[in-house]
Antibody, heavy 120, light 108 residues
């Protein structure tokens, strides 16, 4: 059974940093692109970043470029999102998601999400 | 950047009736479109990918159609558990990978 479990969400002050983790199990992690998607309270879904199977390619939404870094550890079946210079508009539930087979960029499995709140 | 527009924003339908949700892309997607269902407090669930292929375990009452810039999600006979928010998502031209703003399907 595919499982994705996020952790690391917290209340942080504007300008602060946070590192999110996603523990994957039930599939061969190194075979899949992985993605972070966020959802601000009461709003829709926003793609944040994704990373290729071997970590050689990474892409970001413009609003987080230069502030967020996606990474992965295939030996530990883990995905990460390092978030720096956090802003109020980064407040959201952050979901880890697995991309589809054959590197197709829909998302067939999702974690339960972890809440990041940026506030003073 | 491809902009995804869903309509209507809210759809009121009675249980047992058919629901038709629309998604329009600002550029051609070929068939690189997915649909998701999200219930309150839950993560999204993949329903459809490739515009018309049901994901594993998705009931046959859910169907997707369309290509290019116009897409439709049809739920043939609504059951109580189908009332939720539905999102479309394009994956043909990225980054960014964009979602529509969602359609809320509510009980009439």
């Amino acid at each position: 059974e595919v499982q994705l479990v996020e952790s690391g969400g917290d209340l942080v002050q504007p300008g602060g940093s946070l590192r999110l983790s996603c523990a994957a199990s039930g599939f061969t992690f190194s075979n899949y692109w992985m993605t972070w998607v966020r959802q601000s309270p009461g709003k829709g879904l926003e793609w944040v970043a994704n990373i290729k199977q071997d970590g050689s390619e990474k892409y970001y939404v413009d609003s987080v470029k230069g502030r967020f870094t996606i990474s992965r550890d295939n030996a530990k079946n883990s995905l990460f999102l390092q978030m720096n210079s956090l802003r109020g508009e980064d407040t959201a539930v952050y979901y880890c998601a697995r991309d589809g087979e054959w590197s197709r960029h829909y998302f067939d499995f999702w974690g339960q999400g972890t809440l990041v709140t940026v506030s003073s | 950047e491809i902009v995804m527009t869903q309509s209507p924003a809210t759809l009121s339908v009675s249980p047992g009736e058919r629901a038709t949700l629309s998604c329009r892309a600002s550029q051609s997607l070929s068939s690189n479109l997915a649909w998701y269902q999200q219930k309150p407090g839950q993560a999204p669930r993949l329903l459809i990918y490739g515009a018309s292929t049901r994901a594993t375990g998705i009931p046959a009452r859910f169907s997707g159609s369309g290509s290019g810039t116009e897409f439709t999600l049809t739920i043939s006979s609504l059951e109580s558990e189908d009332f939720a928010v539905y999102y479309c998502q394009q994956y043909t031209n990225w980054p960014p990978i964009n979602f529509g703003q969602g359609t809320r399907l509510e009980i009439k």
